[in-house]
C-alpha cells in the first residue's frame, strides 16, 4: 500500500470518529501541518462547510463524507463545500461526481458523464499564473463550463488543457447572452442544418450563415458569437470562415493530409490550448494502490 492510499484509509477512519455527533462534511489529514481558517493544524482536523484550507510544505488528503477525495498539493490554498470546492491557489487532484463540482477562477469544473462510486471522473486541477487554469482528466472525461453555464471544453480522459478567461469578460457577455467564439473543425452536415465540433475543446455547435453552406465536409477556422436557441443547443452565428491551405493542396491526385491541429480555440471569450501549446500538465500514474492518480508538476 502506497503511502497516498495509506493516508485516504486513515482518513476514511477518522471521518468516522471525527464527525460524529457533529456537522462536519468530512476530514483533512496531513503528514505535517495546514491552516483551517487561519488557524494552524497539526495531523488531521474535522472540516466544515466552507472552511479554507492552505497547505504549505506538505500536501493534505481531504476525504468528505460522500466519499470524494481531494488531495490538495503543497502551497495550496481553497474551500471546501459538501458539493464543491474552490480553487483559489496552486494545484490540487480532485474527484468529480454528479454531485462535486470545482471552481477555479472564471471555471466550473466536473465530470462529463453521469457517475457512480466506481467510475466517478478524476481531474489535476492548478493555476499557471493569476489567470491561467491547466486541468488534465485523469480517469473519465471532464467537463469545464463558465462560472454562467457555457461549456468550453469536453476534456478526454488522458489529455491536459489550458484556459485563459480574460479578466471581467465573463460578466460583459453575459448581459447580452452573446460569446466570442473561434473553432477550428470539418463541417458537417445533418439535413438542412451544419454542425462542427471543435477539435481543441471538442465542443459541437450547430454553425449558421451564408459562409457556411459551401463548406460542406472541409476543414475550416470561424469565427462568430455563440448562443443558445431554446433548447440550449450552441448556436455559432458565423461571421469569417476560413478553409484551412491543406484541404487546397493536392498530391498524388488526391487531398493532401490536414496540417497540424490548431492548438488554440476561443469558447466563449475563454481561451483554450491544448498540451502541446506551451506549458503543460503531464499526467503520470502513481504504482499500485487505489488513490486517484497524480500529475507530475508542470513544465516550463
Known sequence: MNLFSAQFLLSTILVAQLTAGTSGIGVAVANGTFMLDSSKVTGNATIFEGNALETSGAASMLRLNSGVRIKLEADTRGRVYHDRAVLERGSGTFELGNSFQVQAGALRISGATKSNASNASSARIGFRGVKTVQIAALQGSVRVQTLFGVVVANVPAGEAFEFTAPAGNDEANHENDE?????????????????????????????????????????????????????????????????????SRRAGGGVAAAGGVSHTAVIAGVVVSGAAAGAAIAITHTSGGSGPPALSPSRP
Open 179 to 247: 460569446y466570442v467564439t473561434k473553432m477550428t473543425g470539418r463541417v458537417r452536415r445533418e439535413g438542412a442544418k451544419y454542425f462542427l465540433e471543435d477539435e481543441i475543446s471538442k465542443v459541437q455547435v450547430e454553425l449558421r450563415g451564408d459562409l457556411v453552406a459551401k463548406h460542406a465536409g472541409q476543414r475550416v477556422v470561424v469565427n462568430g458569437v455563440m448562443r443558445a436557441d431554446a433548447n440550449g443547443t450552441p448556436i455559432l452565428q458565423v461571421s469569417e470562415l476560413t478553409v484551412e491551405p491543406s484541404e
